[in-house]
């Protein structure tokens, strides 16, 4: 079975600067998808961003991007320019076979002026 | 993006009762569905998937005959908890995946189920 490990229970990073929450699974399956997905005290799920495991190049959407490591299976996601509504719980999560997502255990990130 | 909604959002109901949650599709055919579970300050865990015209398929631990679900048609997925109980009382969540299966899921807003 999959397992998706977020180390980083909780992270707090200044307006304007840029902070990086971390992802690793664990899989044998060599085809999925990998999602960052944010969760704002609204509790409705909105997806950050999308990875093709085999998509080598890093998906970037704005001030989101990611960092795939697929040999060491990290996924890190990077918030640049952070904005106090960008304050929200971050899941990582894993699609494959099974056709379902496992997620992480969530990053709590605060947003301070 | 896809839309998808869930009712009620929140629901309050006794001990005993039972309760059913709505997940619609709006704007496009959701082969599978997925219904969530989440307790405070915790992840999403998975309690089943539903596939329009088949039975459930639920994940280990979870208890089919006291979460029942149905996926009649192809924009509608239904969670009945029934006889329910305090312990029952969490945030569900409903997410739905278009034919291709790309991976991504939309979610529904969510309904906060209170067993008093």
């Known amino acids: 079975a999959q397992t998706v490990t977020q180390s980083q229970p909780e992270m707090s990073v200044q307006e304007a600067e840029t902070v990086t929450l971390s992802c690793t699974y664990d899989?044998?399956?060599?085809?999925?998808?990998l999602f960052w997905y944010k969760q704002p005290p609204s509790r409705q799920m909105i997806l950050v961003i999308r990875?093709?495991?085999?998509?080598?190049q890093n998906a970037t959407e704005n001030r989101f991007s990611v960092n795939f490591q697929k040999a060491a299976k990290s996924f890190s996601l990077k918030i640049s320019d952070s904005q106090l509504g960008d304050t929200a719980m971050y899941f990582c999560?894993?699609?494959?076979?099974?056709?379902?997502?496992?997620f992480g255990t969530g990053t709590r990130l605060q947003v301070t002026l | 993006g896809a839309v998808v909604s869930q009712h009620p959002s929140w629901v309050i109901c006794k001990s005993g009762t039972s309760v059913k949650i709505e997940c619609r599709s709006l704007?496009?055919?959701?082969?599978?569905m997925f219904w969530y579970r989440q307790f405070p300050k915790q992840s999403l865990m998975l309690m089943a998937t539903?596939?329009?015209?088949?039975?459930?398929?639920?994940e280990q631990g979870v208890e089919k005959d006291k979460f029942l679900i149905n996926h009649a048609s192809l924009t509608l997925s239904t969670l009945t908890v029934t006889s329910a109980h305090p312990e029952d009382s969490s945030f569900y969540i409903c997410?739905?995946?278009?034919?291709?299966?790309?991976?991504?899921?939309?979610f529904g807003e969510g309904s906060r189920l209170t067993v008093l």
């Open positions: 997410s739905a995946s278009s034919q291709g299966n790309t991976g991504e899921l939309f």
């Open positions: 704007d496009f055919q959701a082969t599978t």
């Open positions: 999560a894993f699609h494959g076979t099974a056709s379902k997502l496992t």
């Open positions: 899989t044998s399956e060599s085809n999925y998808y």
């Open positions: 990875q093709e495991a085999y998509k080598q």
């Open positions: 539903s596939n329009e015209g088949s039975k459930a398929t639920y």
